[in-house]
């Protein structure tokens, strides 16, 4: 049937229900459900970005000339430590790599004996076995107007020193053959070593083709706009070059194209980089829509039921399973919802634990980089100190020599100069004429000049004026030094760079000084503070030589890529690694104090996971300790709530069953103890009315008494328990037959014992031999003064006599009985008088019949005419006449029978 809601509040209460029990648990699962997904795919996307920065970085980091070069050189050494080495032992990648860079250079064996590669030319070959002697030989201390440091720098270019050796054997040494390249030397046994270098770095797009080559998964993209060179690797995407097209517009950035997330970066060299990688595993878009299209059926489905029927699916459950399930509705969100709010709040903080590690790391490397202002501002101190020596002021030869020699022993100084008042040089352990020192001599002169006002003549010469514009210039020059005496300024002379410090002071005939000048190596500073001032557990990446510092620091691929990351970005980097079975947290900070210079800690993270073990333990005894409550709780609920109302649905099932015998437990003295009590009491009269109604059937007979050539046949069928109607047959006295039918108005008990008084009296009178008025005055008097509840029976009844063929027959309110004849016809036998019971003392009509062979006589009640077929039609009179004529069987049985199956 259609829902009906006959008032607000029953309206409300349905719509609520119908939320509660069917809306909520259907779409709070899924609500939940997309949740999870949603945020495991942003996840997934924010994982997926991060590899392809580091898959991107970490192409730039080995796309660096300097990288291959160093990799191809520890490559090839490890090789040269084989006693059975030979060239055929190099492995290929390395010979492509030493083809690219267009590598010189050879390896000596134990014996000394030089083993040339291919593409080292012959002056090549002589200059680096003699450079091979006097590195052999410890020969630092050759002049750089030695004529063997001459064709040193002839080959290597002019800023090579060879006296920076010993600090530079295995790392890569910077020369300037052509414009730029590099030589590493390092020997490893006797005389045995490897020596290799490059002429020129080769342009950035060959080494990153190189580096791609080794690049398999997602999709690559190389494109020079400069010289419209484009590279890619791997499966082309559809309209993928209109991204990385419109990712070079925007200037890179991340963009989503065809179930690909695609990123585009610049690096250095101003190459545009384009990744991409599928985003398969992570893309939970179908998931989602096909579970909350799944839900939506379902509720859809449920909604049509609830439209239909007007009753929720709980709701025709029996009331134990229906609380059950309401029950576990009000434990089970609460609990999921905790279960939530724990794991977030225990990710929380664990990613915050994690956070603080950082952040003490990171103040930690913070402080690391100071360090080498720190030592600057010591190397000021220094300067000055050497400035304020009497010697220095003095122009003391020997003590200026002295104390030259003695700092370049100790890299703490490289050079030192003083000049006079006109400009002149005072003292200096370099030879002038240089370049370098006219260039000097010049901005010694504007210095003095400007400060103190000295009479320096004007330049003549074009070249001088050219140099001083040159040095005057704020873009070009050295304007910004001008304005800086007494302080260290970094500047770059050539591939050279250095801190410098220059002063002026007011000469007096003693102490001629008036210009001062010391320049100080930056490597020669940053190797000092390397070794000496580095703290404990802090390593030092230094991308421009390509090592790690301290000596023995640990080298591992996934710090270089952390490294190269931090410089690439110019910002702090972390990654968790796994070294020898112990968790580490790797922080990276590039240097804000020196160029290409990364400082990275490693801190072990045990203490944080066992932080976050306690949390967990924690969270899990809580959540272990909230079940035990929960199932204390359930359990309270079971045995107040769910088990009373278990044995009542119990009783129910006996009732259904007719179980009779069944009692529900005491309960106690609640309501559900009370209404056991009632329900034992209901079965235990249901129990004695079961009794009643067997007694009730055992007193219509069975086998109903008959006469000689007569058949009578008795069928009650009744409607509840106990009833009213009575049929009988009995032998009277006489040998005649008295057939009884009853009918007491009302069901139950009453009625009952009402019918058991009757048949009392017709079984008397039909003993005694009575007439049917006396049987009806006996009957009456019955019901007028032994029954208080007013009470009506209607009867007909009626005496055979087999010898005469004859009945007697008397109606009392019934129902008219239908004689059906032989031939076929029936006759209606229509007596109209009160039921017994309405009047006080009535007289009643008697009527004789003659019966003839093949007559059929039926009395009946009014139960058989106001049944419902299966159609729920009332049976009705005219039906129930036609099935009796209808009857051509001269049986009383199989014409019962037939008639039954009509209706």
């Known amino acids: 049937?259609?829902?009906?809601?006959?008032?607000?509040?029953?309206?409300?209460?349905?719509?609520?229900?119908?939320?509660?029990?069917?809306?909520?648990?259907?779409?709070?699962?899924?609500?939940?459900?997309?949740?999870?997904?949603?945020?495991?795919?942003?996840?997934?996307?924010?994982?997926?970005?991060?590899?392809?920065?580091?898959?991107?970085?970490?192409?730039?980091?080995?796309?660096?000339?300097?990288?291959?070069?160093?990799?191809?050189?520890?490559?090839?050494?490890?090789?040269?430590?084989?006693?059975?080495?030979?060239?055929?032992?190099?492995?290929?990648?390395?010979?492509?790599?030493?083809?690219?860079?267009?590598?010189?250079?050879?390896?000596?064996?134990?014996?000394?004996?030089?083993?040339?590669?291919?593409?080292?030319?012959?002056?090549?070959?002589?200059?680096?076995?003699?450079?091979?002697?006097?590195?052999?030989?410890?020969?630092?201390?050759?002049?750089?107007?030695?004529?063997?440091?001459?064709?040193?720098?002839?080959?290597?270019?002019?800023?090579?020193?060879?006296?920076?050796?010993?600090?530079?054997?295995?790392?890569?040494?910077?020369?300037?053959?052509?414009?730029?390249?590099?030589?590493?030397?390092?020997?490893?046994?006797?005389?045995?070593?490897?020596?290799?270098?490059?002429?020129?770095?080769?342009?950035?797009?060959?080494?990153?083709?190189?580096?791609?080559?080794?690049?398999?998964?997602?999709?690559?993209?190389?494109?020079?706009l400069s010289t419209r060179r484009f590279i890619w690797k791997g499966i082309p995407l559809p309209t993928w070059k209109f991204v990385f097209s419109r990712g070079v517009t925007l200037k890179g950035g991340t963009f989503l194209h065809n179930g690909f997330l695609?990123?585009?970066?610049?690096?250095?060299?101003?190459?545009?980089?384009?990744?991409?990688?599928?985003?398969?595993?992570?893309?939970?878009?179908?998931?989602r829509v096909f579970w909350w299209f799944a839900g939506f059926c379902f509720l859809l489905g449920f909604s049509f039921k609830w439209i239909n029927s007007g009753t929720t699916p709980l709701s025709q459950l029996r009331l134990f399973p229906r609380l059950l399930v309401l029950v576990i509705l009000a434990i089970l969100v609460p609990c999921v919802l905790l279960v939530l709010l724990s794991i977030s709040a225990f990710q929380e903080r664990a990613a915050v634990l994690e956070q603080d590690l950082h952040e003490n790391d990171l103040n930690r490397l913070r402080d690391a980089d100071l360090l080498f202002m720190k030592r600057q501002k010591k190397m000021l101190a220094l300067f000055r100190r050497i400035r304020d020596l009497p010697e220095i002021q003095t122009g003391l030869s020997s003590a200026v020599s002295r104390i030259e020699r003695a700092s370049k022993k100790r890299h703490f100084l490289a050079r030192i100069e003083t000049r006079r008042i006109d400009g002149s040089l005072l003292e200096s352990v370099d030879k002038p004429g240089t370049t370098y020192d006219k260039m000097l001599a010049l901005f010694a002169a504007q210095a003095l000049k400007r400060y103190l006002d000295a009479p320096i003549p004007e330049s003549v010469d074009s070249f001088s004026r050219l140099a001083v514009d040159f040095l005057l210039s704020p873009r070009l020059g050295f304007a910004n030094v001008f304005d800086h005496p007494d302080s260290l300024n970094p500047i770059a002379i050539g591939r050279e760079h250095i801190y410098w410090y220059w002063d002026i002071r007011k000469p007096t005939p003693e102490k001629p000084m008036a210009f001062f000048s010391v320049a100080q190596h930056r490597k020669w500073e940053l190797e000092h503070f390397l070794r000496n001032d580095l703290p404990k557990g802090v390593m030092v990446f230094d991308g421009q030589m390509r090592r790690w510092a301290p000596k023995g620091a640990l080298k591992n691929r996934l710090l270089d890529l952390l490294a190269a990351q931090a410089l690439l970005g110019n910002q702090s980097s972390k990654q968790k690694l796994l070294l020898e079975n112990t968790p580490f947290l790797a922080t990276a900070f590039p240097s804000g104090v020196v160029k290409n210079l990364c400082f990275l800690t490693l801190s072990n993270l045990s203490p944080v996971n066992e932080k976050i073990s306690r949390l967990r333990n924690l969270f899990l005894f809580g959540f272990f300790l909230f079940g035990i409550l929960v199932f204390s709780f359930s359990g309270i609920i079971s045995k107040v709530l769910l088990s009373?109302?278990?044995?009542?649905?119990?009783?129910?099932?006996?009732?259904?069953?007719?179980?009779?015998?069944?009692?529900?437990?005491?309960?106690?003295?609640?309501?559900?103890?009370?209404?056991?009590?009632?329900?034992?009491?209901?079965?235990?009269?249901?129990?004695?009315?079961?009794?009643?109604?067997?007694?009730?059937?055992?007193?219509?007979?069975?086998?109903?008494?008959?006469?000689?050539?007569?058949?009578?046949?008795?069928?009650?069928?009744?409607?509840?328990?106990?009833?009213?109607?009575?049929?009988?047959?009995?032998?009277?006295?006489?040998?005649?037959?008295?057939?009884?039918?009853?009918?007491?108005?009302?069901?139950?008990?009453?009625?009952?014992?009402?019918?058991?008084?009757?048949?009392?009296?017709?079984?008397?009178?039909?003993?005694?031999?009575?007439?049917?008025?006396?049987?009806?005055?006996?009957?009456?008097?019955?019901?007028?003064?032994?029954?208080?509840?007013?009470?009506?029976?209607?009867?007909?009844?009626?005496?055979?006599?087999?010898?005469?063929?004859?009945?007697?027959?008397s109606n009392s309110g019934h129902n008219y009985p239908i004689m059906r004849k032989a031939d076929g016809s029936t006759l209606e036998l229509k007596m109209p008088q009160f039921p017994l019971g309405s009047k006080r003392n009535p007289s009643w009509k008697v009527e004789r019949l003659s019966i003839d062979p093949g007559d059929c006589l039926v009395f009946y009640t009014d139960g058989i005419i106001e049944a419902l077929d299966s159609n729920e039609e009332l049976f009705g009179y005219e039906r129930f006449s036609k099935a009796i004529s209808g009857i051509i069987i001269n049986t009383v049985v199989p014409a019962l029978q037939l008639m039954m199956s009509l209706f």
């Not at 999870?36 to 997934?44: S, T």
């Not at 055992?698 to 328990?721: H, R, T």
């Open 644 to 809: 009373p109302i278990s044995e009542i649905s119990k009783g129910i099932d006996a009732l259904e069953k007719r179980k009779l015998s069944f009692r529900i437990p005491d309960l106690g003295i609640n309501e559900f103890g009370k209404l056991a009590f009632a329900f034992n009491n209901i079965m235990g009269d249901l129990q004695d009315l079961d009794m009643a109604r067997e007694v009730q059937s055992n007193l219509i007979p069975q086998k109903p008494s008959e006469l000689n050539e007569y058949e009578v046949k008795l069928i009650n069928l009744s409607a509840s328990d106990l009833g009213g109607d009575y049929c009988d047959s009995i032998l009277t006295q006489d040998g005649k037959l008295l057939l009884i039918m009853g009918d007491v108005s009302g069901h139950g008990i009453s009625s009952a014992l009402l019918m058991a008084m009757a048949k009392t009296i017709c079984f008397i009178s039909a003993k005694e031999g009575v007439g049917i008025p006396t049987l009806f005055g006996r009957l009456n008097r019955l019901i007028q003064k032994g029954i208080k509840k007013k009470k009506l029976m209607t009867m007909v009844v009626g005496i055979l006599d087999g010898e005469t063929h004859t009945l007697e027959w």
């Open 262 to 287: 695609c990123r585009v970066v610049q690096n250095p060299d101003g190459i545009w980089l384009f990744h991409a990688l599928p985003m398969n595993s992570i893309e939970t878009t179908k998931k």
């Open 1 to 224: 049937m259609p829902l009906k809601a006959y008032t607000i509040s029953s309206r409300l209460l349905s719509i609520g229900g119908f939320f509660l029990v069917m809306v909520i648990p259907i779409l709070a699962p899924l609500w939940l459900n997309d949740r999870f997904l949603v945020d495991q795919e942003i996840a997934g996307i924010k994982e997926l970005e991060t590899r392809l920065d580091a898959d991107l970085q970490l192409l730039m980091f080995d796309s660096q000339t300097r990288e291959i070069f160093c990799r191809v050189f520890e490559d090839v050494f490890k090789e040269l430590e084989n006693p059975d080495f030979s060239k055929a032992m190099i492995k290929p990648e390395s010979i492509a790599a030493l083809h690219l860079l267009k590598a010189e250079g050879c390896f000596f064996n134990s014996k000394g004996e030089q083993k040339m590669f291919e593409s080292t030319s012959l002056r090549s070959k002589y200059l680096i076995r003699e450079l091979w002697k006097d590195l052999l030989d410890r020969a630092w201390d050759v002049d750089i107007s030695d004529p063997r440091s001459l064709r040193y720098r002839s080959l290597f270019g002019p800023h090579f020193y060879v006296h920076d050796a010993p600090r530079l054997e295995g790392l890569p040494w910077e020369v300037t053959p052509k414009e730029n390249g590099i030589l590493i030397w390092r020997h490893f046994k006797k005389r045995a070593g490897l020596l290799l270098f490059i002429p020129a770095f080769p342009p950035p797009m060959e080494t990153i083709a190189f580096a791609l080559s080794s690049k398999s998964e997602g999709l690559w993209g190389v494109l020079d």
